[in-house]
């Protein structure tokens, strides 16, 4: 990984280094981050695999527990965000509190994480748009020609300026709503055999060989409400409104998908749910919805589960762009990647970066899916559903460390006593996400399907602990030879001016 000095970084104009404040409000902040995760492809691909898959009836008290974990973790997050301000989001606040080198390390599981949630969706994204091409205009394509599609017109978007991104994702995300909204009062409605129940909260429908697992994947439902922080250099009175998103996202996250994951064991019955899921997969909520609204609202609700999945990839691309972005301004990357666009105030290189990792990304799985004598639906059952659970995993790590982190930060600033609350929600919250990661590593086998010796269900999750170690080593190797740029990690613009006096004082070499 190439890094600048913090004298060739600074060659770059300071207005290219920085992105441009006051662009997206509440509103707009609101909407980019809880498109992340995409209600219609949740409620349609992610409950019925953990319902089919992992056999946990309970998955509505799994999302009602998760939010209480959130909303512990994000009292202390919040707080965090009033005080650093930096794209890097999650790297910035763990180095702000652990120190550089650990900053070092989750900048690089960062990128490990949020990049391949974004590859597993365009798998899905490709499979269910071709399969809609050829049922409704006869046009036989391969998922991969869609896939690279969506990762050209995301490309694109994500160069152009966050204000579009934010009205795409709202009117996508919105629609989305309405229709998961409108199955739920169909299903509670007109329920399954067992009539309305409240059985799916019963804490006994937890048990399970697939608990960690289903921890995981309900955890990735989550993702998204964290990411309001990322954006904190680009909103109005950043101080307010990061940490209000964040509360509002996981309490809408939390209440939205709890409440769905109940209206699909009512309309299929808490007795067969687990049945069901495993017969129809991904088409179970559409068959739900097809007997008791009708086949045309069932087709209109497939058109908008793809554009669904879009909105979510241009989230994750978005949001991979400015860490790429900040880490490139800090020296993390090459600096080039840390400039914006003069015209857009965009992380443009930092678009381009990604864009090209994740064309690799679907080149590279489109030749290796074993097509056409292997599994058709392997963009489903592999591309998104690995990828997915390996980026959740890496997200649900840095929650943890950031979680460390804000501890760290205010003690060392002297504000323990005032922050008291806080920082024992984050350490409670941390604690939890600390045994989360255990249990998802421990069950990991059952996601895979396969044998628990398979060493293939120790590869995957082990991409994470190798990001971490790698990060580590990175993270030494700056310190001792560019003590300039490790210091530096997690500040930013700060960092900016610091580079500034430096130049003012004459050159120095690392």
């Excluded at 409605?189 to 608990?211: E, I, N, R």
């Excluded at 679907?362 to 639906?377: E, I």
Aim: include cysteine.
């Amino acid at each position: 990984m190439t890094t600048g000095t913090t004298s060739e970084i600074s060659t770059f104009k300071g207005q290219d280094r920085r992105l441009r404040a006051d662009r997206i409000g509440l509103a707009g902040l609101l909407l980019s981050v809880v498109a992340a995760s995409a209600p219609l492809m949740v409620t349609a691909g992610v409950m019925p695999t953990t319902y089919g898959t992992m056999a946990i009836v309970g998955q509505p008290l799994l999302f009602v527990i998760l939010g209480v974990v959130l909303t512990l973790f994000s009292f202390g997050y919040a707080e965090m965000s009033r005080h650093v301000h930096n794209a890097g989001a999650f790297y910035a606040y763990i180095a702000r509190g652990l120190g550089g080198t650990a900053g070092a390390a989750a900048s690089v599981v960062a990128l490990v994480a949020y990049s391949p949630m974004q590859f597993g969706i365009y798998g899905i994204f490709g499979y269910e748009l071709s399969g809609l091409l050829d049922k409704h205009l006869g046009l036989a394509v391969a998922w991969w020609v869609p896939a690279l599609a969506a990762v050209l017109v995301v490309g694109v978007l994500g160069w152009l300026k966050i204000d579009l991104s934010a009205k795409v994702l709202g009117v996508l995300l919105l629609i989305e709503c309405v229709m998961v909204v409108a199955f739920d009062f169909a299903g509670l409605a007109d329920p399954g055999p067992q009539g309305v129940s409240l059985h799916a909260f019963d804490p006994t429908t937890l048990g399970g060989g697939g608990l960690g697992t289903a921890l995981c994947f309900t955890i990735a439902a989550f993702v998204g409400f964290e990411q309001a922080a990322v954006y904190a250099e680009e909103t109005s009175r950043p101080n307010v409104v990061v940490a209000r998103v964040t509360f509002l996202a996981v309490g809408f996250v939390a209440l939205f998908f709890a409440l769905s994951s109940w209206a699909l064991s009512v309309a299929a019955g808490p007795d067969s749910i687990v049945g069901l899921a495993q017969e129809k997969g991904p088409n179970l909520l559409f068959a739900l919805t097809e007997e008791r609204l009708g086949s045309t609202f069932t087709d209109v609700m497939h058109v908008f589960y793809v554009t669904g999945m879009f909105a979510a990839m241009l989230s994750f691309h978005n949001v991979v762009a400015r860490y790429a972005f900040a880490m490139g301004r800090e020296g993390l990357l090459p600096a080039a990647v840390g400039r914006t666009s003069r015209a857009s105030g965009a992380p443009a290189h930092g678009s381009l970066l990604q864009s090209a990792v994740s064309l690799i990304a679907v080149l590279v799985f489109a030749v290796t899916d074993g097509r056409p004598h292997g599994d058709p639906t392997a963009p489903v059952l592999r591309l998104f559903t690995w990828s997915g659970n390996v980026g959740a995993l890496g997200i649900i790590v840095l929650m943890a460390a950031a979680s460390a982190a804000v501890i760290a930060f205010f003690v060392r600033r002297g504000a323990a006593r005032t922050q008291a609350p806080r920082l024992i929600a984050s350490g409670v919250a941390g604690a939890a996400l600390v045994i989360i990661a255990v249990y998802a590593v421990k069950d990991f086998d059952v996601l895979l399907g396969a044998d628990p010796g398979s060493p293939l269900r120790w590869i995957l999750p082990g991409t994470i602990g190798a990001a971490v170690l790698a990060g580590i080593g990175f993270g030494v190797v700056l310190k001792y030879l560019r003590p300039a740029v490790h210091g530096s990690i997690g500040l930013g613009n700060e960092a900016f001016q610091l580079e500034k006096a430096a130049s003012a004082a004459g050159p120095r070499g690392d």
